[in-house]
């Protein structure tokens, strides 16, 4: 029986930004993770040079919780051109901010300043996020109070939003939500919409782990790999928890899984798991790039295809190939219970968004993620219980906003709410 004063459950961003800051604190703190890295669904393949991410997961540096947690200069981030290259019924279309990316002007101005309708009612679209756009606190609550809160289709349908760029927005969008029907929360998708207005996402120098990494460094020495947990049996005192390894004792848990494990762990009545929300993404390897630029190809044709985006991720983070080579990514979505698209079709739809063949394509792997998301229906909640009982804490993007900010946040919230419990004395 080891014993410890905190045990965390999990070591992805939640459960080690929790187990950082429960540290910091002079808490005794064991972080427990049943698969043999850390990172939980941030996690980097290395094969032949090429660092092949775990799905296609970019981090945005604006995020104000990332900003608090790690040095985000360290991370040497590799940014991508603040825009789309958009596949139309009528041809190719460059959607980009002019500020940011000044030599898309022209084709900019070309495919969105002959809308004028289409602009006018994405911006009635967006006035509650237009009116709070500078908020870095209560952004949320404004939007929530601005208007009810609705799924994306359907609040587009009321400020009669229609069009090219309502497609654009809603295919962007389904690459971040995986999903492409609109049921996402409206006032979740206006929060993604500020993060890149706000932030250039790009790509970690040394791959996406290298933001877990960077959270983990604080208690490296007291993360354990490869321990399942098998049973947790919550007392007045604390809790008992074994693992195919061992039996701990501690007198809290912060368990910091994905929902569907955490509902497994603890039982629905404590934790209610949303839908999860799947994504398959395919690295391909070229010797010749069939561009020199790393913008997000989308297609929004009425009979497009499979791929919700592709691009030549080495265009934007060279050091995603090996010299003399390139590498590729396309993202399909994956349906719940379903089977992934054939990788021949996501394969001829990618080279068809880049305008050129897929001759020289190289498979060199496909990565099917089937729980990558939890749903983020509407209305919104943005923060949800995480205290369970007087020993037992949840944390994770389930219980904030799904995205790296809000599995973060998730993390910080639960830890403080544990100090307090700690320093209260609690029931021990």
Known sequence: MEETEVLVVGAGLAGLRCAAILHGAGVDVTVLEAADGIGGRVRT??????????????????YPALRAAVDVEELGLQRFPAGVQVLTDDGPRTLADPWRVPTSIPATARASLTRPKEALALARWASPLITGLRRDHGLVRHLLDARPDTSLRESLDAACAHGLLRSVLQRYLAGVVLEDEGETSAAFAMLLVRSFVRGTPGLPREGADALPRALAAPVRERIRLGETV???????????LATTERMFRARRVVVATDAWSAQSLLGAGSVSAPAPKGVVTDWYAVDRPPTSSGILHLDVRERGGPAVNACVVSAAAPTYAPPGRHLIQVTSLLPAGGEAVPETETRRHAAEMLGTSSRGWMLVRRHEVPDALPAQAAPLHHRREQRVDEVTWVCGDHRDTASQQGALVSGARAAHSVLRSVQQGGSR
Not at 45 to 62: I, S, T
Not at 233 to 240: F, K, L, N, P
């Open 45 to 62: 393949d290395r094969v032949d040079g090429f660092l092949l991410d775990r799905g296609f997961q970019v981090v945005n540096p604006w």
């Open 230 to 240: 098998t049973q947790l049996e919550r007392r007045d005192d604390g809790v008992r």
